[in-house]
């Protein structure tokens, strides 16, 4: 599905009322994003990444960087 057929998803879903003063607007990409007034605008998120770099050839290779492993959290 394209990002075009993914708005147009999005305009057509129904909008519902959870609790006063905010809604929750279902779609593909965010199934249960939920709006408020008093929302921030940011939300926490953790990301996790695992990265191994080689230089070389086959027979030669050299590890550069390697089982380097991080967890990012904000929000």
């Given at each position: 599905m394209t990002d075009n057929e993914?708005?147009?998803a999005e305009e057509n879903e129904p909008v519902t009322?959870?609790?006063?003063?905010?809604?929750?607007?279902?779609n593909a990409?965010?199934?249960r994003r939920l709006?408020?007034?008093q929302s921030s605008g940011m939300e926490?998120?953790?990301?996790r990444f695992n990265l191994n770099f080689t230089v070389g050839?086959?027979?030669?290779?050299?590890?550069?960087?390697?089982?380097v492993a991080a967890t990012?959290?904000?929000?």
């Open positions: 993914y708005d147009k009322m959870e609790e006063p003063g905010a809604i929750t607007q279902p990409r965010n199934p709006h408020s007034a926490s998120s953790v990301l050839s086959k027979g030669k290779q050299k590890a550069i960087l390697s089982d990012v959290k904000w929000g």
